[in-house]
């Protein structure tokens, strides 16, 4: 199967590389194809400025959560576009540890076949550049770097001392950006924020990226992008008669879903239906709702204002109703967040309460699910992983947990999936693509609507 893609790789994390994508898909449509973007790695954020510029739906690539035939078949089967453009995540060959390169951008380019340009961040370097690029070159045998883009170049004798020493490593030079402050994305303790919560944002990466994209060469890009191997064909997925409705909330506090979680539960047979905490007074008729993460943080006061919602979230827990929430869904279910100065109450659910921290807890995750957690989970290992800035204060000893890490911090002492009712809320996000999570929500929705 023919499908012409490429991979934005960069030599470490902070070098441009979602605005790099995002100027080089903004060329890509300039020239009249359309692009379905990817992102390697667990984000949710940078995935939506490449869904912005593209007007196609980002998708994941994690071979840790997906594992490798999963990572290749969610590729074929999403890639339905003129052009597939992969952003990598951290270093082109930062991994899942620093063992290996396993779940690495150069392992998502070598599962898909794809030709690859680094970026390179030239601010603080001339002659030396060539060595990095030369290094990243022939650090694997086949590393598949195709070509290079230099970025933050600080004048026109930067640049030819940077072209004069990359002659010898023998990759094209494919764009070479100028520094300028003005065409940097606003970002905050998690990276990026999220174009959701502000429609600012939705114009800037825009703009940012019709900027970027005169520096960049297309042409040489696309002919990149083509030349590339087939790649075996997908079936299909089919999807099942619809039999129940989950509610989903989505808002500026809570839009950190992958989008296949999602498409896996409508194929699973579930409609799905969406609701704003922060404004809505009532949630949709439904038989199991979703809570994703985000930032339920920053609009706490409107979280809190909005008892109407709180009550209701509390009383559908309290009846029975299957409630999945991940992270920011899980803070949203305790007694109360503290941020910065204020307190603000929440649901309630859980008895626990919600702070803020100064250190990110970030890990892949892997977890066994204990015997008679909600929706009826059976015991095995799922995997997931984990980044935010808040810890639970837990108020009671008799705290129930779903699951028992093996890697990753969780809420305490190695648990995390905190259960009560037919709830489960944890700091672990998962890919449902892989796990029993979807299945078994959906089987428990359908159950809940036949009472």
Partial sequence: ??????VLAGATSGVGKTSITSAIIHGLKEKGYSVQPFKVGPDFIDPSYLSSVSGNIARNLDV?????????????????????VIEGVMGYYDGFSGRSSFASTYDVANITKSSVILVLDASKAARSIAATALGFKNFEKNSRICGIIL??????????????ALKKVGLPILGVIPRNND?????????????????????KIKSVAKSLSSF????????????????????????????????????????????DNLDLLRRLGAEIVFFSPVSDKKIPSCDGIYIGGGFPEVKASLLQRNDTMKKLV???????????????????????????????????????????????????????IRARSPF??????????EFHYSELDLLSKDSKFAYDMSIGIGIKDKKDGLTEYNTLASYMHVHFDGSPIAANFVKSCISYSRK
Wanted: charged residues 30%.
């Fill in 314 to 368: 509390k009383k559908y827990a309290e009846d029975g109703l299957p409630i999945y929430a991940e992270c920011g869904g899980l803070m949203y279910l305790t007694k109360s967040i503290s941020y910065k100065s204020g307190k603000f109450k929440m649901v309630g659910l859980f008895d626990a309460v919600t702070v803020m921290e100064k250190k990110l807890k970030l890990n892949y995750t892997s977890a066994k």
């Fill in 216 to 259: 960049i060469d297309i042409e040489k890009i696309t002919k990149l992008a083509k030349s590339v191997p087939n790649l075996p064909q997908v079936p299909d997925a089919k999807d099942r008669k619809i039999q129940t409705r989950i509610a989903v909330a989505l808002d500026e506090s809570f839009n950190f879903y992958y989008q």
């Fill in 376 to 385: 009826s989970l059976q015991s095995k290992t799922i995997k997931g992983h």
């Fill in 151 to 164: 970025n933050k170049i600080g004048s026109k004798k930067h640049e030819t001392l940077c072209r004069d």
């Fill in 64 to 84: 840790w959560m997906m594992g490798k035939n999963r990572v290749l078949k969610n590729f074929v089967q999403n890639s339905n576009q003129d052009i597939s």
């Fill in 183 to 203: 065409l940097s994305l606003e970002s905050r303790h998690l990276g990026l924020i999220p174009v959701r919560e502000k429609q600012s944002l939705d114009r």
């Fill in 1 to 6: 199967m023919k499908i012409p893609r490429i």
